[in-house]
């Protein structure tokens, strides 16, 4: 939602929840089989299940999966309760959907978290949109900002090898090969650098590290570069000439930039730090969230290395401050990530929580997650409906949707902002904020630090021990809610960068891409895999390809074929579209999913041949 109130088609679908699938109250596995149960017997059987893990194998042994379709009480909650007991096996997906992007920030310019608000869009210059669809994806947001900016003379350029919605509305539609997006941004890098269309002031005031960036952009062989890269030489002269003459130039970034060990975030945010387009208005990163609370539930701790406020687990004042406020310091080594707490089921792990998260829907074989969750001493999961997660636990706790709580979410435009329930929950469900609030008082019956009788007073706590939501209150967030830091305004980095020495850093020795030119075809993926609340669209399985590519292979439209990478194959529809670039197909990530089991976001399709030819 935006700050005026409007909805996307997956906020308005939030309230089409079939009540006959719900779980209206707890489940105790007896017998093999999960049974109804009373509250009190389902918080006996969990406590007697974690307290039997540590006696036995300690903290470690404890797995907590969050995730960001939960409010930022909740998520501060799950990870309080996970480090109070002495682990930092805490995470949540939504960290690994835009890990590179975040870590760029975080290392080189201060947070991990978009450095502009989104009203800024309205006066930049220029609009890159990277490795994304927000037309369609962040559709409020486009509309809202993207679109009248465009109408209002600024140009949007695209950077992406699949035309979509998005595309329609750009002046600009640059379609490198997958994994090739750093050498585009790094051949505009070396184009505006040669033409010294650069921020000289900038650079030389507010960055470190610049020669020996653009001494890496002199090894650049451009010629070559644009081979590897498969982009046509005269898109990229308009797109340097666009930004030679921009004054603010802003980019978004999404999903399709990260995985495989792509360095184009850093090659993006040097080309911002080249041009001067950190700290001003209208300039700067953005990160494309693509659910309710994707930024929140990683301001709040909700990961195994980071305390709230983006702090370090090793760093021993953020530890002691939690001390004083939890009455026990957390640990200090980090912790495991979502994807090593699964691989370590039933060995390492022996227990584990997920609340509001489906860990048995992952890139990896569904027989081998169901045998890690089958491995585990203890499960319990927090969900409004059996999941597949659910299926496998030994405790199942009904939870309350979005719509029947009442809590805190941040956008992607570090916007705290606050809801309250519209309809009640069904049956004896509790909220996960109560849910954890009762466990916590029964897993720590010694301490106060489960005490809060409502979500206010947790919010007023995270906000005290969260650098970042520091003066921000309950009370006072509005109904059109606050943006971190509250004494600051929506652009960051104005006066210095949230680093050692107050300045950007530009990045060096970056590796270059290679191609391989052998017969075989990119897959690209829109959507993610067990998003709730997805467009039917996103499940369809049809195969987006070039016509040149179906006509090279005797493949006509509409007809069926066979996708395959290394011994996975999965059967689908052709849709011709000369939008889709040559040597790349498009599956939505719900039909890939077989194909993306290696743990990648682009993988090579083998084989691709119609049916009735085999």
Not at 369 to 374: E, F, G, H, N
Request: net charge negative; proline share 5%.
């Amino acid at each position: 939602m935006n700050p005026n109130g409007r909805l996307c088609r997956k906020g308005i679908g939030a309230l089409d929840v079939d009540t006959d699938d719900r779980l209206t109250q707890p489940l105790l596995r007896d017998g093999g089989e999960l049974q109804p149960a009373s509250w009190g017997e389902a918080y006996e059987r969990i406590v007697d299940g974690i307290e039997a893990t540590l006696d036995r194998y300690g903290p470690d042994a404890m797995a907590f999966f969050g995730a960001p379709h939960c409010t930022n009480e909740e998520n501060y909650l799950l990870q309080k309760l996970a480090r109070m007991l002495g682990t930092n096996n805490i995470d949540n997906r939504a960290r690994l959907c835009h890990v590179s992007t975040a870590r760029a920030l975080e290392t080189r310019v201060g947070w991990p978290a978009s450095t502009n608000g989104l009203a800024e869009l309205m006066d930049a210059d220029v609009i890159i949109v990277a490795g994304a669809n927000p037309a369609k994806r962040q559709p409020i947001a486009f509309n809202s900002f993207v679109r009248p900016a465009v109408n209002d003379g600024a140009a949007l350029v695209h950077i992406d090898p699949i035309g979509n919605a998005t595309t329609r509305l750009a002046e600009i539609h640059v379609t490198p090969r997958p994994r090739t997006d750093a050498l585009v941004f790094d051949l505009v890098s070396n184009r505006l650098l040669d033409g010294d269309h650069v921020d000289r002031n900038f650079i030389r005031e507010r960055t470190r590290q610049f020669e020996s960036f653009a001494a890496s952009l002199r090894d650049l062989d451009p010629p070559q570069a644009v081979s590897v890269a498969g982009v046509d030489e005269t898109t990229l002269d308009r797109l340097a000439e666009r930004l030679a003459t921009a004054d603010s130039v802003a980019a978004l970034v999404g999903t399709g930039v990260e995985g495989d060990g792509t360095d184009a975030p850093e090659a993006l945010l040097d080309l911002l730090l080249l041009t001067g387009n950190l700290g001003r208005s209208s300039t700067g990163l953005y990160v494309l969230r693509g659910l309710a609370n994707e930024q929140g539930a990683t301001d709040v701790g909700c990961v195994p290395d980071r305390l709230p406020g983006h702090r370090s687990v090793t760093a021993t004042d953020a530890r002691e401050q939690l001390a004083e406020v939890w009455g026990v310091t957390p640990p200090h080594s980090p912790g495991k990530n979502a994807r090593e707490m699964l691989a370590a089921c039933g060995e390492e792990i022996h227990t584990a929580v997920a609340v509001g998260e489906n860990p048995a829907i992952s890139k990896c074989s569904p027989e081998w997650t169901r045998d890690r969750l089958d491995a585990l001493d203890h499960l319990v999961v927090l969900d409004p409906f059996l999941s597949e997660t659910a299926s496998n636990a030994d405790v199942v706790l009904p939870a309350a949707v979005g719509f029947e709580k009442q809590g805190t979410i941040t956008n992607l435009e570090r916007r705290v902002q606050r809801f309250s329930p519209t309809k009640t929950p069904p049956g004896s469900v509790r909220s996960d904020f109560e849910i954890l609030r009762d466990l916590g008082a029964r897993l720590l019956p010694n301490s106060n630090a489960f005490k809060h009788q409502t979500v206010a007073d947790v919010f007023d706590e995270l906000a005290r021990v969260t650098p970042t939501y520091r003066k921000l209150s309950f009370a006072e967030l509005g109904s059109s809610g606050r943006q971190w830091p509250a004494d600051a305004d929506s652009t960051l980095y104005r006066d210095s960068f949230e680093t050692s020495d107050g300045r950007a850093v530009f990045s060096s020795g970056r590796s270059r891409s290679t191609f391989d030119s052998a017969d075989s075809l990119s897959l690209i993926t829109g959507g993610r895999i067990g998003e709730s609340q997805s467009d039917a669209s996103e499940a369809e399985r049809v195969l987006r390809m070039h016509p040149t590519d179906a006509q090279d292979r005797g493949i006509g439209e509409r007809e069926r074929v066979v996708v395959s990478n290394e011994g996975q194959t999965i059967e689908v529809s052709v849709e011709l579209d000369e939008n889709v670039r040559l040597t790349t197909v498009y599956l939505p990530a719900q039909a890939a999913n077989p194909l993306l089991r290696r743990g990648t976001s682009t993988v090579t399709v083998e084989s691709i041949y119609e049916l009735d030819q085999r």
